[in-house]
T-cell receptor, first 115, second 113 residues
Framework: KQEVTQIPAALSVPEGENLVLNCSFTDSAIYNLQWFRQDPGKGLTSLLLIQSSQREQTSGRLNASLDKSSGRSTLYIAASQPGDSATYLCAVHLSNSNSGYALNFGKGTSLLVTP | DAGVIQSPRHEVTEMGQEVTLRCKPISGHNSLFWYRQTMMRGLELLIYFNNNVPIDDSGMPEDRFSAKMPNASFSTLKIQPSEPRDSAVYFC???????????FGPGTRLTVL
């Protein structure tokens, strides 16, 4: 079973700092990787989707990278703002057809950006 | 588009009662997923449908759980009988094709007393 680990579990930074969230996975045979944001009591909002053939995706102040061979992805947030405070989840889609469809989630990094 | 719609948003019930959660996927999306989120286990995939057909229900915890998708715009997740350990937030998600970006609903917070 694909194991997805996110480090750190929690992070607190002052406003304006650039930060990196980490995601690692044990099976490199992935189809794609998706980063989500979850606000307290809310559903998940998709931030970025990286296909296995890609190395990075950018959206505004967010940049996600993917290194399949090492089983790692990072989410870079530039010039953090208090509104970025949320839990960020990494989810990996396996490409092994024997597993059927499987989107495995990490447990998330809880981010607090202080004014 | 209104996004994925789930109802009810909150459900409080007593042990042994039947619970039905509802989901309306985004129009035009062909795949639908049911997840459960708890503090201990995080997000877990329960079951998914492709073109209204259940593909993999191996994540369904017990026979007390069942899911249906009678048409492309509606799905239900039923728990009968419910137990306190079923308390969690249940999410529905949909995607245009099974390997595309997933879009989540707001979730149903279930509390079984």
């Amino acid at each position: 079973k694909q194991e997805v680990t996110q480090i750190p579990a929690a992070l607190s930074v002052p406003e304006g700092e650039n930060l990196v969230l980490n995601c690692s996975f044990t099976d490199s045979a992935i189809y794609n990787l998706q980063w989500f944001r979850q606000d307290p009591g809310k559903g998940l909002t998709s931030l970025l989707l990286i296909q296995s053939s890609q190395r990075e995706q950018t959206s505004g102040r967010l940049n996600a990278s993917l290194d399949k061979s090492s089983g790692r992805s990072t989410l870079y947030i530039a010039a953090s703002q208090p509104g970025d405070s949320a839990t960020y989840l990494c989810a990996v889609h396996l490409s092994n057809s024997n597993s059927g469809y499987a989107l495995n989630f990490g447990k998330g990094t809880s981010l607090l950006v202080t004014p | 588009d209104a996004g994925v719609i789930q109802s009810p948003r909150h459900e409080v019930t007593e042990m042994g009662q039947e619970v039905t959660l509802r989901c309306k996927p985004i129009s035009g999306h062909n795949s639908l997923f049911w997840y459960r989120q708890t503090m201990m286990r995080g997000l877990e995939l329960l079951i998914y449908f492709n073109n209204n057909v259940p593909i993999d229900d191996s994540g369904m915890p017990e026979d007390r759980f069942s899911a249906k998708m009678p048409n492309a715009s509606f799905s239900t997740l039923k728990i009968q009988p419910s137990e306190p350990r079923d308390s969690a937030v249940y999410f529905c998600a949909s995607t245009m094709t099974i390997d595309n970006e997933q879009f989540f609903g707001p979730g149903t917070r279930l509390t079984v007393l």
